[in-house]
C-alpha cells in the first residue's frame, strides 16, 4: 500500500487516494500534491483508461496487489466570462468553449479576476494536466471575492444561530417563500441543514430573509444580484452558441426565478468511506450557480460513470445545466447529475442559485430545435410543476426531467 493511501494532499482538502498523482519520477511513490493543486513538474501518468478502470484500482489498493496505472485526471473546463463583451471574434470564441464546455462536461467553472496560486503555476508548466485543456482560460466573472466571501460568511453566520432562531424559518411546505430545514423529505437530503429563499426581483423576497445575522440581507443581496447579472450573460451566450440568438427569452429570463439554497453540511465522521450528504440529483432551472466554501461537490459527466470531484478553486464559481435547459434545447445539451459529500476536514458551506423562467412560465423543446430528424424530446413544464412533481417523488428519487421526456412511438 503506497504512503499516501487516505492520506491528505498537502492542500488537506483532498482524500489522497482520489486525487494524488503519481509522480511520473517517483513512480510509486507519493508526491503529497493532490491533482488540483498540482504544482509538480513531472506530469501525473495519463493512460487513457476507461473510468471503470478507476475502481479496479482502488480494488488492486484495498487487496495490496501490484499497482494498476491510475485513471486519467480529467480537468474540469475554466471559462474566460471578459471575452463575452470583448470584440465579437473573441466572443464567438467564448460562446463555443461555454456551449461545448455545457454539451461534453455539462457544467464549467467561472473563475474572479485573479489567477490562483496553483493556476499560474500549472500555466508556466506545459507538462502540468491543467495546461492540456483547451478550456483554460481564466479571467473575470465579475463577482468580486470580497462579495462571495461576504456571501459565504452570511450563511455560515446564519447556520450558527441557535436552533430558535432558525426555527423560525421551518417548514416543510414548499411553497414558502422561505424555509430551513435540517432533513427533507425530497428524496435526497441525506445529512444536510438548509435555508431555501427567491432572490429576483430582489426587492420582491428580500423582505422575507432573515435578519439575523444583521449583515444577511446585505451580503446576501449583493451576491445575489450579482450572480443574477452572470446567470443573464451565460443564458445569452449559451442561447446564442445554440443557434436561437442571445436575446432569445432575454425579456422572460430577466423577470425569472432565482431560487437560493444554503446548504450547510457536518463534517464527516468516516475518514475511510464517503459520506453522502446530498445523493445524485439534476436541478430543475436552466442554470445552476453554486460558490462552495470547501471541496464536496462532485459531478458524472454524460460520458463517465464515475464521480469527479469539484476543486474549491479560490474566486471560483462552478456552473452546471439544469433540467430546463435540457428541455429548451431539445436534448443538445443534458442535465448534469451531481450530489455533495461532507467534507473530511470540515463542515462546508455551499450557495447553489438556481435560474429559470417565473414560476407559471412554461419552458418547451425550442421550435427553431425541432425538425423531422430531430423530434421534440420533451413536453412543456413550469417551475410550479416541477413544486407539484416534488411530493410524488419523496419515496423514490427520479429526476424531473426524466418525468417531462415524451415517449418514442
Ligand atoms: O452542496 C453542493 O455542493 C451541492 C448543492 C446542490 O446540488 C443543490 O443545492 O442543489
Ligand atoms: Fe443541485
Not at 430551513?180 to 432572490?199: E, Q
Not at 460513470?305 to 471560483?316: E, F, K, L, R, S
Request: glycine letters at 6%; hydrophobic letters at 35%.
Amino acid at each position: 500500500m503506497p504512503c499516501c493511501f487516505q492520506s491528505f494532499c498537502c492542500c488537506r482538502f483532498s482524500r489522497a487516494y482520489k486525487y494524488l498523482s503519481i509522480c511520473a519520477v517517483l513512480e510509486t511513490s507519493c508526491s503529497q500534491v493532490c491533482s488540483q493543486c498540482c504544482a509538480c513538474s513531472a506530469r501525473p501518468r495519463r493512460t487513457g483508461m476507461p473510468a471503470v478502470a478507476g475502481s479496479l484500482y482502488m480494488a488492486s489498493q484495498k487487496k495490496g496487489v501490484p499497482l494498476l496505472p491510475r485513471p486519467p485526471v480529467r480537468p474540469l473546463p475554466v471559462i474566460n466570462l471578459s471575452r463575452l463583451t470583448m470584440d465579437s471574434a473573441s466572443r464567438a470564441l467564448a460562446v463555443q468553449d461555454i456551449v461545448s464546455a455545457c454539451r461534453q462536461r455539462g457544467c464549467f467553472q467561472v473563475s474572479a479576476a485573479y489567477l490562483s496560486p496553483c493556476i499560474i503555476l500549472c500555466l508556466s508548466s506545459n507538462t502540468c494536466q491543467f495546461a492540456s485543456t483547451p478550456h483554460l482560460h481564466v479571467v473575470s466573472h465579475g463577482i468580486s471575492k470580497s462579495c462571495m466571501k461576504g456571501a459565504l460568511e452570511a450563511a455560515s453566520e446564519f447556520f450558527q444561530l441557535s436552533t430558535e432562531h432558525k426555527e423560525e424559518f421551518a417548514s416543510d411546505d414548499i411553497r414558502q417563500p422561505i424555509r430551513y430545514d435540517t432533513s427533507s423529505r425530497d428524496g435526497i437530503s441525506m445529512s444536510r441543514s438548509f435555508l431555501k429563499h427567491y432572490a429576483n426581483p430582489l426587492d420582491d423576497w428580500i423582505k422575507f430573509w432573515p435578519t439575523q445575522p444583521p449583515t444577511y440581507r446585505e451580503k446576501m443581496g449583493k451576491y445575489a444580484v450579482e450572480t443574477q447579472r452572470v446567470s443573464m450573460q451565460l443564458m445569452e451566450a449559451i442561447l446564442q452558441g445554440l443557434g436561437l440568438g442571445p436575446l432569445y427569452l432575454q425579456e422572460k429570463l430577466e423577470g425569472g426565478v432565482q431560487f437560493m439554497a444554503l446548504n450547510n453540511y457536518p463534517q464527516s465522521a468516516s475518514k475511510t468511506t464517503d459520506e453522502i450528504g446530498l445523493a445524485p440529483h439534476s436541478d430543475y432551472g436552466f442554470l445552476t450557480i453554486l460558490l462552495q466554501s470547501s471541496p464536496g461537490l462532485e459531478v458524472m459527466h454524460h460520458d463517465d460513470d464515475a464521480w469527479t470531484p469539484v476543486p474549491a478553486i479560490p474566486g471560483a464559481l462552478h456552473v452546471h445545466v439544469g433540467d430546463h435547459l435540457e428541455v429548451l434545447s431539445n436534448g443538445q445539451l443534458k442535465s448534469l447529475v451531481h450530489r455533495a459529500v461532507l467534507n473530511l476536514i470540515e463542515s462546508r458551506i455551499s450557495i447553489a442559485s438556481i435560474h429559470g423562467l417565473s414560476m407559471d412560465e412554461e419552458v418547451h423543446c425550442a421550435e427553431e430545435l425541432v425538425d423531422e430528424h430531430h423530434p421534440k424530446m420533451y413536453r412543456g413544464s413550469s417551475f410550479q410543476d416541477f413544486l407539484n412533481f416534488l411530493p410524488a417523488n419523496m419515496n423514490k428519487y427520479k429526476r424531473f426531467v426524466e418525468s417531462l421526456r415524451i415517449d418514442k412511438p
